[in-house]
């Protein structure tokens, strides 16, 4: 019975101890670092998909923008009685305008009027700081009241615009032109968010 007893072998639990830190340590290791891997791709997707929304957005807006006349964001322009001025609720620097602010516009879209005329339809486009996005409206008709047009958003609600500055420049010494600038982010996690900061500057093609 003492000889088959000394042979017998196993881990002390000083072994066992230092052999379970040990593994802790590696599982620690591993899955911070499939954290930091997840959270990365995470980030990656967001920004992806902030890029290419905005992409379409301010693609959208440019492409009807440059075959657009009469930019207004102030008190020069008139769209049926309205100035555009009256829907915005801005601080005007130096021709910049931040906070939310409207910009208005005669597309190369047309109606008709009726007794073979035809109009050149509006569009809006706004940034609105309490949904964080930009917004559009746009006529259907001739005559269309503007305070009756219905705002969309352009951009995904997962896109959140911060801040935005606005310039105008239509005048009759300089090429009518808009200047956008936006800044946000995206990712309702604060460990996945990515920031952005994107302008353009679109500038009319065809004559006023």
């Known amino acids: 019975m003492k000889y088959f007893s000394s042979q017998q072998k196993g881990f002390t639990l000083v072994e066992m101890i230092?052999?379970?830190?040990?593994?802790?340590?590696?599982?620690?290791?591993?899955?911070?670092?499939?954290?930091?891997?997840?959270?990365?791709?995470?980030?990656?997707?967001?920004?992806?998909?902030?890029?290419?929304?905005?992409?379409?957005?301010?693609?959208?807006?440019?492409?009807e923008m440059r075959v657009g006349v009469n930019y207004a964001a102030d008190s020069d322009i008139t769209f049926g009685g309205i100035q555009i001025d009256e829907f915005n609720d801005v601080q005007k620097n130096g021709g910049n305008y931040s906070g939310d602010w409207v910009v208005g516009f005669n597309t190369s879209k047309t109606a008709d009027m009726g007794g073979g005329s035809v109009c050149n339809l509006v569009h809006l486009y706004k940034y609105d700081s309490a949904l964080q996005s930009i917004m559009k409206a746009e006529q259907t008709g001739c005559g269309e009241d503007l305070n009756s047009l219905v705002f969309h958003q352009l951009v995904s609600p997962d896109v959140r615009v911060v801040s935005s500055v606005l310039n105008v420049v239509s005048s009759d010494t300089e090429k009518p032109k808009v200047f956008f600038w936006l800044k946000g982010y995206t990712g309702e996690r604060t460990r996945e968010r990515t920031e952005f900061e994107l302008q353009t500057t679109v500038s009319q093609r065809v004559g006023t």
């Open 18 to 63: 230092v052999s379970l830190a040990i593994f802790t340590i590696v599982a620690v290791v591993a899955v911070g670092a499939l954290l930091k891997i997840t959270d990365a791709n995470r980030k990656g997707q967001s920004l992806k998909t902030a890029i290419n929304n905005l992409n379409f957005a301010l693609e959208s807006m440019s492409r």
